[in-house]
């Protein structure tokens, strides 16, 4: 396969399509923030936590054991994903449990874990 097949030869400018999708364009703000989102979730450690949140609920300890990682690592990248609103996080007495902070960020994760199961 020729690298120089998936390339455009023509210059035809198809204005329907090009003015639907500018009309549809998030602002900059808006992608700033995905970017910064997807950037967010792009840390190994940090895309390990979200996956035992997606679990269950837990706290700093039990996330620390199954990561195998130190409590203080743990609360390092909890609290970038808790300022990020990727995670929340509940107070029981003395412990304090993190979930995923809502549906968004659980089927966002869910389906980037599926996409990636898909393609092996």
Do not use: W
Not at 42 to 69: H, P, S, Y
Not at 70 to 83: A, D, E, F, N, V
């Amino acid at each position: 396969m020729s690298k120089n097949e998936f390339i455009c030869d023509c210059n035809v400018i198809h204005q329907d399509v090009v003015d639907n999708t500018i009309k549809q364009m998030p602002d900059a703000d808006t992608f700033n923030k995905l970017a910064e989102f997807f950037k967010i979730i792009g840390d190994t450690t940090r895309t390990k936590i979200l996956f035992a949140l997606d679990q269950n609920e837990m706290c700093v300890c039990d996330i620390a054991n199954v990561l195998g990682m130190s409590k203080s690592s743990i609360s390092h990248q909890l609290g970038t994903l808790r300022r990020s609103g990727i995670v929340k996080c509940r107070k029981s007495g003395k412990e304090v449990f993190y979930m995923l902070d809502d549906n968004h960020v659980k089927e966002v994760f869910e389906i980037g874990i599926e996409h990636i199961e898909h393609k092996k």
